[in-house]
């Protein structure tokens, strides 16, 4: 592991379970390239635990005050969160900030490590991974006692979905605070070549079950007969996902695949444009996909869910994940979506602002600040709740 020297700060936080600093893999990196400068900004001394070639220190949006400190591990599907995750605590242990934010329950299992050093921590849970289609037995398992750990061990909790608070209350009593995504705005953007402004279809997700991928690839064949339909993600080569949407895209010219996106300019575009966004996420909370397409003013048709339903509100159309109502409601969506736009941006703008967000996640560290400099021993599990952050 790469150890780097602690400069001097009043106060100090430890970022743990992303892929590092900045990085563009998933919710939790998109977060951390928000928190992490919001507290630098706010006079934190900021460290974001990472993984070898996963970060992006060229990146345009790299703000030099946030310490990348990159730590080793197994690169496998079923250790790798387990084991960077340990180097990432056994680093922090020797390191010890004033407090850690800790991302995703598989961590849980090394808790009791930062607790034995005094150093308070605020987990953000993620979503039910133990729920996931795609995990296997072991990796749920591995999930669920995380989860057992972490409501055990952890100082603070923080849920993205009001659903996943109330999970958590009724399977593990605990509570927290909920703290969602947000989203970024952007200028207009021309729309992406080969497409017509508002009369396509969009699907943006990682190619796995749960998101209904296969349920849309064949509602796609339908909505095609009038729409172009684009398709944004990916998965393994030889999958049976990666090759019902291979197949489709090679032979139906109105279907467009586009494999991942990494530029997001060009995504926002795509959102921006869309005649509709479908969006099949039925497991996890706050979806950080959903609320930038809100942001964007994408008309959202999305797979109902208790979940999508908190998020979306009455800002978009639901479905049911068979093709033939995914092909009806999007269809309806492309012919109706002007009112949708203005009201998916407007509940973006209410409910889902990283400058909220940012706030109430310093607002969370403080507190524990705050706890751990009235007691000398590690605090004791929270039991308060709190709300959105608004603004």
Known sequence: MRLTRRRSSTKSVAIIGTRGYPSYYGGFETAVRHISPHLASRGWDVSVYGRPGQTRPDDAGFDPRVRSVITRGL????????????????????RK???????????????????????????????????????????KAMFRWGATFTAKFADELVFDAEAIADFWLREFGRTGTFIPYGGETSEPLPVEDGLTSRRYALMVARFVPENTISEFVEA????????????????????????????????????????????????????????????????????PALVQAMTLGAPVVARDTVYNREVLADAGLYCSPEPA????????????????????????????????VNDAYEAVLLDQLDATAGQSSPTAPSRRVRRRPRG
């Open 325 to 356: 109502a995914i092909a009806d409601v999007v269809r309806h969506m492309i012919e109706n979506s002007s009112e949708y736009r203005h009201k998916a941006a407007e509940r973006a703008a209410d409910a889902y602002t990283w400058s909220g």
């Open 220 to 287: 796609a064949s339908d909505i095609s007969r009038d729409y172009d339909v684009v398709l944004v993600g990916s998965a393994p080569e030889g999958s049976r996902l990666h090759a019902e949407v291979s197949e489709l895209d090679g032979s139906n010219p109105r279907v467009h695949w586009l494999g991942h996106v990494n530029d997001d300019r060009r995504l926002y575009s795509l959102w921006q444009h869309s005649g509709a966004y479908f969006h099949g996420h039925s497991v996890g909370g706050t979806n």
């Open 75 to 94: 690169d496998s599907t079923s250790l790798s969160t387990l084991s960077y995750g340990l180097t990432a605590c056994v680093h922090a242990f020797f």
């Open 97 to 139: 900030p004033d407090v850690a934010l800790v991302m995703n329950v598989a961590n849980g299992f090394w808790l009791p490590l930062l607790r034995l050093r005094g150093i308070p921590t605020v987990v953000n849970v993620d979503g039910i991974e133990w729920h996931r289609a795609k995990w296997g037995r072991l990796a």
